[in-house]
């Protein structure tokens, strides 16, 4: 039997804006997910500048995180305590997707 080609599948953007590449070499395939982050932070840095000056409110916005970080958290931890803590976490660290000013003091 001839061994087959490396090939890939390009199967486009979901709503979401994720890009999905599946490639096929020889007996293997790879999964390649990848989204544009850029719309995110700009509506990010959008929100922060209208929300400077504001003080803290119920159920305030603190932040945006795109989808395929938070479905690595929610698959990740148990609990809703542990998901709003990593949650959390990982927007001090990802400054630009926070979305009100004073979540950064």
Do not use: C
Request: no cysteine.
């Amino acid at each position: 039997m001839e061994p087959i080609e490396s090939f890939t599948v390009n199967e486009g953007y979901d709503k979401h804006g994720v890009h999905k590449q599946v490639t096929f070499e020889g007996d293997q395939v790879v999964t390649k997910l990848t989204y544009d982050a850029e719309p995110i932070l700009e509506a990010a840095k959008a929100e922060r500048a209208f929300t400077a000056g504001m003080g803290w409110g119920e159920g305030r916005k603190v932040g945006t995180i795109p989808l395929a970080v938070l479905n690595h958290i929610n698959q990740t931890y148990q609990g809703r305590e542990e998901r709003e803590k990593q949650i959390l976490s990982w927007l001090r660290q990802n400054q630009a997707f926070v979305t009100f000013e004073k979540f950064l003091k």
